[in-house]
């Protein structure tokens, strides 16, 4: 097969034609073959609007096949992909739509309360020039529809979408756009065996969780790679049902979700808003084998009151990572769920996945690593210190091919020798399992010592009655910084700050026993799973 989306898509209907390869709840089931079909004409609707080979789409929308359609449509048609995250606030999509020239915007109607593209007019009204003026094509996603009425639908397609704003293309309702080029099929064929592997399939706009997003460019060779390797670690097969609660916007539900499912043949079962019981209730009724998440998503199901009369039996593989993983969060996955392979694995935006354990690994390397090297990576430390800790570098055919319109953040980023400089700190031990320190960034020093907030973390998470938490470094006249300890206690449990402290006293060294402790009802985090921890900074100062 050649190395690129649009073939894998070819590939998949003729493999897996008949399957299922999207299992909506609530909306439409679709085999491989009607998947290529769907996604063709998705493709000649593009070509029909002008979209040329190398042209941005973005799509701002959630979970639901109209993503999967409009992303492999674009690719299909020889375009590159910036998916938007769909948290973001109507100026901050405006950033990420105008900085990558986005030709077609692929737009959500009301979906948790807010009008997408409104939001958008609104915020390119606040420009002296207007941001969107490279758009050509604007597509209405019918998302805020009641359950009851089918996604394809006339009623359900026709949702009446925000004015357009002056000087931009009126939005097209779904059902419009995806019939716009049926006179166009041969075109979007040719167009997609002209595609080749080294052209860049996606920009994927980092986090921000430090400032400005950075968009992280791959090639189809890349986005192919990473996914067949996470899909060989997993041993996923056409036999697996694969329930996507990540969100497509992000790497872990586009490249870890859906292109693994296009290469495996697996069915893709979206969930468009995480909700532990929702979940549990999809698992049952979908017989769903594959759930991979953030430590959060565990979590919450293994606290749910309804657990125990629901049938999860049919899990088999969880992968867990985004986030620093409690062992002990890892030890109840094996003995209080039903899978039968808990991995654990590492990756970032500009590397997708970069470690992985494996099935058979022993339990407790799978709850104190990442995993071993996987899609080719090799793995450095920088500068290692007394435990052999140091910021972990990243080498290998799949690290991003650079950052859109920033040569200079590439520089920083990538060094000479090719090395992806990650801010994350790690060991490796002999047989080459990474194990996870913390963020370069979140580590401060309380007297002299360097402290890892996930090693408290790490601590607090095996405290009765703690079900999450974080520990940032705050000012001290005497230190330096000292510790504060976020928590967020588990249902129907009381702590105080004395319980907190003491059970630190007993585990860890004075310097690494938080000072503070402040209790909350939620951590902030991204769609990632990440604590938003300058954000907690910012709050304490």
């Not at 049926?182 to 979007?188: D, E, F, I, Q, R």
């Not at 985004?322 to 769920?337: C, D, F, G, I, S």
């Not at 009655?465 to 449990?493: C, F, M, N, T, Y």
Request: hydrophobic share 45%.
């Amino acid at each position: 097969m050649k190395l690129t989306i649009p073939a894998a898509v070819d590939r998949a209907a003729s493999l897996f034609g008949g399957r299922t390869a999207i299992a909506e709840p609530d909306g439409p089931r679709i085999t491989y073959s009607e998947l290529q079909e769907r996604v063709r004409g998705i493709a000649s609707a593009f070509i029909a609007r002008g979209i040329e080979p190398g042209d941005r789409v973005a799509i701002w929308s959630p979970n639901t096949h109209h993503w999967v359609l409009g992303a492999l449509g674009a690719l299909y048609a020889g375009a590159t992909l910036v998916p938007v995250n769909t948290r973001f606030t109507g100026p901050e999509a405006l950033d990420v739509i105008s900085r990558s020239r986005a030709r077609a915007l692929l737009v959500a109607d009301d979906f948790l309360g807010a009008d997408r593209l409104a939001l958008l007019y609104a915020a390119a009204a606040q420009e002296p020039v207007t941001a969107l003026g490279r758009l050509s094509t604007l597509v209405h996603v019918p998302v805020g529809i009641s359950p009851a009425a089918s996604a394809e639908s006339p009623a359900a397609s026709a949702s009446s979408p925000a004015a357009a704003a002056d000087g931009q293309p009126e939005p097209l309702a779904w059902a419009e756009f995806e019939t716009l080029g049926a006179s166009l099929t041969a075109a979007a064929v040719a167009r997609a065996a002209g595609v080749e592997p080294e052209q860049v399939s996606d920009i994927l706009f980092t986090s921000g969780t430090t400032g400005r997003s950075k968009g992280a460019m791959s090639a189809h060779r890349q986005s192919l790679g990473v996914a067949g390797a996470w899909a060989e670690c997993g041993e996923v097969t056409s036999a697996d049902r694969y329930l996507v609660v990540n969100p497509f916007f992000h790497s872990f539900g586009y490249k870890a979700g859906i292109l693994v499912c296009l290469l495996t043949g697996a069915t893709l079962v979206p969930q468009l808003v995480y909700d532990p019981r929702h979940a549990m209730r999809l698992i049952e009724a979908e017989r769903v084998t594959v759930l991979p998440g953030a430590p959060t998503i565990y979590q919450a199901i293994l606290d749910h009151p309804d657990r125990a009369k629901l049938d999860l039996s049919s899990l088999r593989l969880a992968v867990t990572g985004a986030a620093v993983v409690p062992v002990v969060l890892v030890e109840r996955m094996q003995t209080e769920l039903s899978f039968d392979t808990v991995l654990t694995a590492y990756g970032l935006t500009e590397a997708v996945v970069v470690t992985m354990c494996r099935p058979g690994d022993d339990p407790r390397l799978v709850a104190t690593t990442s995993g071993r090297a996987t899609a080719g990576f090799e793995i450095g430390i920088a500068t290692p210190d007394e435990t052999g800790a140091g910021e972990i570098l990243l080498r290998g055919p799949n690290v991003m091919l650079g950052y859109l319109d920033d040569p200079a953040a590439t520089k920083e980023a990538i060094d000479q020798q090719g090395w992806l400089h990650t801010g994350d700190i790690g060991t490796l031990d002999a047989d080459g399992n990474l194990a996870i320190t913390d963020r370069l960034k979140d580590m401060y020093i309380c007297g002299g010592f360097n402290v890892y907030p996930a090693e408290v973390e790490q601590a607090l998470a095996r405290l009765p009655g703690v079900a999450d938490s974080a520990v940032i470094g705050i000012p001290d006249q005497r230190l330096g910084e000292v510790g504060k300890a976020l928590v967020v206690p588990g249902p129907g449990h009381q702590l105080t700050a004395e319980d907190v402290i003491g059970y630190c006293r007993e585990r860890l060294a004075n310097f690494k026993v938080p000072r503070q402790v402040e209790f909350r009802e939620s951590l902030p985090r991204n769609a990632a799973g990440k604590v938003l921890k300058r954000q907690l900074r910012e709050e304490a100062r």
